[in-house]
């Protein structure tokens, strides 16, 4: 076992594989991490899937058996991506139960083509939750403005959601306001509330890779010297305003009748710039009660050389405002800088989403 996940386990992060595919799982791949390497956790995406689709046989039964009853592209979709799914689930069935009910959870995205529809997100999640139908799911739903009241009426149903596509911190508010009330309304509903569950995922490198490139364009020392600083920043100010959300009344209240706090959740931590260590988003993002979903060379890289040493996140509140103050101060525009973020991030959900679709196609018509 790696002492380097040990010690950031011990410090309270949940170690999550950003990652499925089936050969993973029929291989024991994925009870080999669970047992090796701390995952606790697993979240999924269609470009993950599509990727997994194209690769080996793992996928040949099914794919033939749906193409032989001439089930729709999308229709077939659902089943290959849910099958995986429950199967992922009940891997994860005994860290959930030894974390009662905090961890040993999968992650399945609603279409993302529905992102901008409140109406359609809410379906969508309901027909998702039925189809799995196991209590270690979580329902990934972007934090768009359409997606907040969505994210508030599948809480309040007693479905737990992992918020996806989170930039900004006034969009964190939000997303936050949104879960609040959502717990309220399930209690109110008289549903068990200490069984709904939610982590908010926070992008981590994009906003580098955004920042980065406008700093380059501005040019001179001070602005570059401000490169790769911005993501590590933006993500500790997030968890400043967690704990300002969860040391208030109304998150006492809920608290007090059995809720959950959601958990922050830092995604997207696979560094992309060649420049940056590889353990960057992992190494600057320690603290307790929080998440890191990491593709599996990140996994292994924090496993190899990960620096793990106490909170790096709290301590370090004056330093995020002042990098966020000085990227402002150097030009960046950071509402800017989060609305192209987040529409990009949409446009690219739903492309993964075709490409997902357009891989079930092919394989359907392979399998004939």
């Not at 599509?50 to 749906?66: F, I, M, P, V």
């Not at 918020?163 to 549903?191: D, H, M, N, P």
């Not at 069984?195 to 001179?220: C, M, N, P, Q, W």
């Not at 300002?244 to 931590?269: C, D, F, M, N, Y």
Request: charged fraction near 25%; glycine fraction near 6%.
């Amino acid at each position: 076992m790696s002492e380097n996940l040990k010690r950031l386990s011990d410090q309270g992060v949940s170690i999550w594989l950003d990652d499925i595919s089936r050969e993973r799982l029929r291989s024991g791949n994925l009870e080999a991490l669970i047992r090796d390497k701390q995952v606790v956790g697993v979240t999924s995406n269609p470009t993950i899937f599509a990727s997994a689709l194209s690769k080996g046989e793992a996928y040949d039964g099914q794919t033939r058996d749906l193409a032989t009853r001439g089930v729709d592209v999308a229709e077939a979709a659902r089943a290959i991506t849910t099958y995986d799914i429950r199967w992922a689930a009940d891997v994860l069935r005994p860290a959930f139960d030894a974390s009662g009910g905090v961890d040993g959870r999968v992650s399945i995205e609603v279409d993302p083509r529905m992102a901008l529809d409140t109406e359609k997100t809410i379906a969508e999640a309901r027909a998702l939750w039925w189809l799995v139908d196991r209590p270690n799911l979580y329902i990934k739903i972007p934090a768009t403005v359409e997606g907040l009241p969505a994210i508030t009426q599948v809480l309040a149903e007693g479905i737990s959601v992992n918020v996806t596509l989170i930039f900004s911190l006034e969009r964190y508010r939000a997303v936050l306001e949104a879960w609040l009330e959502g717990l309220e309304k399930a209690q109110a509903a008289g549903l068990d509330i200490s069984t709904i569950e939610s982590v908010a995922s926070f992008f981590v490198s994009r906003f580098d890779t955004e920042i980065d490139k406008r700093l380059e364009k501005i040019g001179g020392p001070e602005a570059l010297a401000l490169r790769g600083k911005a993501a590590v920043a933006n993500a500790r100010l997030a968890y400043a305003a967690y704990e300002e959300v969860i040391s208030g009344e109304r998150w006492q209240a809920l608290k007090a009748a059995g809720a959950r706090p959601q958990r922050p959740l830092w995604a997207s931590t696979g560094t992309k710039n060649p420049d940056y260590p590889d353990t960057l988003y992992v190494d600057q993002l320690v603290t307790s009660g929080t998440v890191n979903t990491m593709p599996e060379k990140t996994l292994d890289a924090v496993a190899d050389h990960g620096k793990i040493d106490g909170d790096t996140v709290r301590p370090f509140y004056e330093d995020a405002w002042n990098t966020m103050a000085a990227l402002k101060q150097a030009g960046i525009d950071y509402d800017d800088v989060v609305k192209v973020l987040e529409d990009e991030g949409v446009d690219k959900f739903i492309a993964s989403w075709n490409e997902l679709l357009a891989t079930v196609e092919s394989e359907l018509r392979k399998a004939v």
